[in-house]
DNA sequence: CGCGTTCTTGACTAGAATCAATGCATGTGG
DNA sequence: CCACATGCATTGATTCTAGTCAAGAACGCG
């Protein structure tokens, strides 16, 4: 039986990286087995340390992963958007979620307790390969940052971090390219292993050049090939 | 029909994380694909960028991953020993391979092609489950090395990686653990992102203090306590 | 024994962290 | 509506970690 939630939400999950492509007897198996939940901007979906009980896959809104060090300094690993998969990494392992989920956005999502995604799975064998292939992804794009964090100069990882922000959740307005969610100067620096005061003179320093506006925790992107030719340490190209 | 051959494999691949917990079936099946190289000390497995086409368990020695920033500097991503798999991550996309594969030992490798393990994993689908698993815990590894290059100075840094080095390839003499590979300080340098000349100082500096001894491409830890220490950035008790 | 690597050490520099003071919004309550 | 508290951002002064460059020493190999 097939009710309008359950019509909303498959077309929601056909759209999710990890059902995309599955077959349709997957997601109504899936479906029934989902817990739908909301929370409100600004509160903890999880934290560093608690059993993984749960995978989530977003449908709306904003999540950021962070994780804190022994001396409580936070990382922001990175942000969800909607259709990306939560918890995935260890909701087959019995462990505890290494990172803290927390809202920046009113957020609904989608749960399944890990013992029913581990039956999907096993019933469905490409859920699995399917599953397998997105941490695959995910994997290579942390080396990547891995790599940038190892070799690149503070200016060069926030202007990569912008940009990536901007694939993310980047929204046209009439003077550029806005970063669609807040944005402190203190995330910036927890995203690129740095400080707020380093992010701030940055900042500060593009916007004088043109290349960006800045306002409280908000960011728009005015030339972004200058920001990418930045980024990408190429020689610049004089007047 | 199970000749010597196949015996001693078995009895390798059980060990083997992927396959470890597995149903014999699954080793049974997996055997006759699998594709036996080796390679000398010093040469490549697969260069980054080449198209994934096979995925490797490591059966002896050892191989170092590495990726090239557009600079063409050299980052470590990691040391592999036996019975870590190798290309995993990409066997099951359609993509290339995100590092080089180099051997810095004789080794020797099982291998199979992705469309092998691919069927595998659908026919057994415990064994997608298997690598999803192993996959994750490289992934929260991978997350927890690059929270270490964000927040901590180049000393803990490779306070940290000797430990995992010895870890990974201790082997105990009369005067401490040595690291029971070649180790140049380059190496340590693009393994903790930062130059040989840092590591050289630093190295020598604990030398002196009795902590560890070195020699060409060799490093043996003494006093491992006080390496934690600095690692974990404890407060060192006076004399 | 000479050659190429690897390693050490010193001098210098630059990038970024730290500390401190202040400005600027935003929201709150009297 | 204004005074105030709070959180975010800017900027300058200073310090220091670590990178850069250069010269030479030590080691291992053919």
Redesign the interface.
């Known amino acids: 039986m097939i009710d309008r939630w359950d019509v909303t939400a498959l077309a929601l999950l056909a759209q999710a990286p990890l059902f995309s492509g599955q077959d349709t007897a997957v997601l109504h198996a899936a479906i029934p087995l989902a817990q739908p939940r909301s929370y409100e901007r600004g509160t903890f979906i999880f934290h560093e340390g608690d059993p993984a009980t749960i995978f989530y896959i977003l449908q709306t809104g904003r999540v950021r992963l962070t994780?804190l060090?022994?001396?409580g300094?936070q990382?922001i690993?990175r942000y969800l958007s909607p259709g990306e998969g939560l918890g995935i990494?260890?909701a087959?392992?019995d462990?505890t979620y290494?990172?803290t989920a927390e809202t920046v956005a009113d957020t609904q999502l989608l749960g399944w307790y890990k013992e029913d995604i581990?039956q999907l799975?096993?019933?469905?064998?490409?859920l699995?390969?399917s599953?397998?292939?997105l941490?695959?992804?995910?994997?290579?794009g942390?080396?990547?940052?891995?790599?940038e964090?190892?070799?690149?100069r503070v200016e060069q990882r926030v202007a990569r971090t912008l940009l990536r922000l901007v694939r993310q959740a980047g929204r046209r307005t009439d003077t550029g390219v806005l970063i669609d969610m807040p944005l402190s100067r203190q995330d910036l620096a927890e995203m690129?292993?740095t400080t707020l005061y380093t992010v701030s003179r940055i900042l500060s320093k593009w916007e004088q050049a043109g290349l960006i506006q800045t306002s409280r925790e908000q960011v728009i992107i005015c030339q972004s090939h200058e920001i990418v030719v930045i980024a990408?340490?190429l020689p610049k190209r004089d007047a």
């Open positions: 994780q060090t022994a001396e300094q990382v690993i990494i260890v087959l392992s462990t290494p990172v581990k799975m096993l019933q469905y064998p490409s699995a390969l599953g397998l292939n941490i695959a992804r995910r994997f290579v942390l080396q990547a940052q891995f790599r964090l190892a070799t690149e690129t292993g990408e340490d």
